[in-house]
């Protein structure tokens, strides 16, 4: 079976996870390697990327402010503005790359707008222009790029994750580079990074070698369970419902964090993090080379809506508009060929959040969305592809 997705881990990043650690000097030489990469002054690593998010807000001073975030994100975004204290606002999106509408962004601004986190999902990078245009007219807001789907994307040739106050990143298994579990938050801001590091010594525990076990066991089992025999046995289980309390990252109806959400990165995420940060740029280069050999070979099939391709762009996700997505999906599925549907909510819709503040507006183009976006797997190669692309092909003619 060809997985949705699979973490780029090799024999190197198994042996980086199994050697000895050396604690809090693994954490820093990450944070240094991930800084370097991407040419920022400080980078400072979290258990999460909402972790990280949390305390970037209180490190911002924001608390009982409103925070502007995308109505179609990842549900832990929102889920962090609560926990630290301000109410999420929740904006539409914009057909063409999925990202937030930034003009009805700005119209949601008022006394009580503390940030707006802005996000380049699925790799497409946020409009800077419209950005800098927001910061002149309110230049107290605070800006923090979302760059958990989107890592060094560009927009004309500017990097997002410097447009802003801070960076919030993602480094779990399902992101384009990961330390096994894990988030990082980057600025070039000397104080606010001095505040979040202070924030981070008083909120989160050191880790203790049973994390370092945990995690070691946790990423030996993703070796054999992306092998495809093994991965169709859990995909079974998964769709069954079976493996839902280990495997879904949220609920409809509720807004809470894990249990480790304040326990320190470990060093064997951290050492892992390090091989992974070498392969970045190969890791882009291999998505937007198959980015574009979709689009280009599904080109002409008309029930698809097919992605833009945009320069800057990193592809955390190759995301095809359809109808009938659960139709599409189980009919692929039996053809062996598993199919994603991130993101599949529209927030403001979710239980947890249709009676809150935040949800005040209209969200027809998130909605939809929400409802129709399938993604096909990006780490394959052109072989895998193509079984992918004939399978389309064959359901849509039929
Ligand atoms: C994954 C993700 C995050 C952070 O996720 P964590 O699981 O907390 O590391 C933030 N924003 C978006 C859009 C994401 O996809």
């Known amino acids: 079976m060809i997985a949705r997705l699979r973490p780029k881990f090799g024999l190197e990043e198994f042996i980086a996870a199994w050697k000895g650690t050396k604690g809090e000097q693994d954490i820093i030489t990450f944070e240094e390697e991930f800084a370097s990469l991407l040419q920022v002054k400080h980078a400072i690593s979290f258990p999460y990327g909402r972790t990280g998010l949390i305390l970037l807000l209180k490190a911002l001073d924001l608390e009982n402010q ?7 994100t990842c549900v832990v975004v929102p889920h962090a503005i609560v926990y630290s204290g301000n ?8 057909e063409l790359d999925f990202n937030m509408n930034l003009d009805l962004a700005e119209k949601a601004i ?15 990078p946020v409009d800077l222009e419209k950005i800098k245009k927001i910061r002149e007219r309110y230049p107290h807001l605070k800006i923090i790029q979302d760059c958990a789907h989107s890592f060094a994307a560009e927009w004309k040739g500017n990097p997002v994750y410097k447009a802003g106050d801070a960076a919030i990143f993602g480094l779990n298994i399902s992101k384009l580079m990961s330390s096994i579990f894990g988030g990082m938050v980057t600025t070039d801001d000397d104080i606010l990074a001095e505040r979040l590091r202070h924030l981070r010594a008083s909120y989160i525990k050191v ?16 070796y054999p369970s992306f092998y495809p025999p093994i991965y169709s046995f859990i995909n079974r289980l998964e769709r069954s419902g079976l493996l839902d309390r ?5 609920q409809d109806g509720s807004i809470d964090m894990p249990s480790d959400y304040l326990i320190g990165m470990s060093g064997v995420e951290a050492n892992v ?3 992974q940060v070498k392969k970045y740029r190969d890791i882009i280069m291999h ?13 002409g099939v008309d029930a698809l809506q097919l992605p833009l391709l945009e320069e800057g762009a990193t592809y955390s996700h190759y995301v095809i508009r359809v109808k009938n997505r659960e139709k599409v999906m189980s009919f692929m599925l039996r053809k062996g060929i598993q199919l994603g549907q991130l993101i599949e909510y529209c927030i403001p819709e979710m239980e947890a959040y249709k009676n809150r503040q935040g949800n005040r507006y209209n969200y027809t183009v998130a909605s939809t969305m929400a409802k129709e976006t399938i993604n096909l797997p990006l780490w394959v190669g052109r072989g895998q592809a193509n079984r992918c692309i004939s399978k389309l092909k064959d359901y849509f003619r039929r």
């Open 207 to 222: 880790p203790t070698k049973m994390k370092e076990w945990q995690r070691r066991l946790y990423i030996t089992a993703t």
């Open 87 to 94: 109410e999420p606002i929740f904006v539409d999106s914009q």
């Open 110 to 124: 008022n006394e009580n707008t503390g940030a707006i986190i802005a996000t380049s999902i699925f790799g497409y």
């Open 287 to 299: 998505r937007r080379a198959m980015a574009e050999y979709y689009n280009q070979s599904l080109r």
């Open 246 to 250: 280990l495997t879904k990252y949220y």
């Open 66 to 72: 409103e925070i502007i975030c995308p109505a179609y």
């Open 273 to 275: 993090g390090r091989v």
